[in-house]
Nanobody, 126 residues
Framework: QEQLVESGGGLVQAGGSLRLSCAASGRTFNRPAMGWFRRASGKEREFVASINWSGANTYYADSVKGRFTISRDYAKNTLYLQMNSLKPEDTAVYYC???????????????????WGQGTQVTVSS
């Protein structure tokens, strides 16, 4: 059974850092393209960052560019999101997602991701 499990969320002061992890398991997950999305209270789920199948290419939403870094560890089958210089507007539930299509490249559209984690809450206080 394919599964994504996020961890690492929590409460942090503005300017602080957090690292989110997303552990993947299951036969389908053979180096898929992956992404991070977030949903703030009362808002739609939005794209945060994506990484391609090889890990060589990454792409970020303008709102997080220069502050967040997406990476992956194939040995641990884990996706990461390092979040620095956090702002109150980064407060949201963060989700990891996997795109197992043959494309394997950067993907910003949430409807192209087949598998989703349950989400982890990130709260940034001012």
């Amino acid at each position: 059974q394919e599964q994504l499990v996020e961890s690492g969320g929590g409460l942090v002061q503005a300017g602080g850092s957090l690292r989110l992890s997303c552990a993947a398991s299951g036969r389908t997950f053979n180096r898929p393209a992956m992404g991070w999305f977030r949903r703030a209270s009362g808002k739609e789920r939005e794209f945060v960052a994506s990484i391609n199948w090889s890990g060589a290419n990454t792409y970020y939403a303008d709102s997080v560019k220069g502050r967040f870094t997406i990476s992956r560890d194939y040995a641990k089958n884990t996706l990461y999101l390092q979040m620095n210089s956090l702002k109150p507007e980064d407060t949201a539930v963060y989700y990891c997602a996997a795109d197992t299509s043959l494309y394997g490249g950067i993907e910003v559209r949430l409807e192209h991701y087949e598998y989703w984690g349950q989400g982890t809450q990130v709260t940034v206080s001012s």
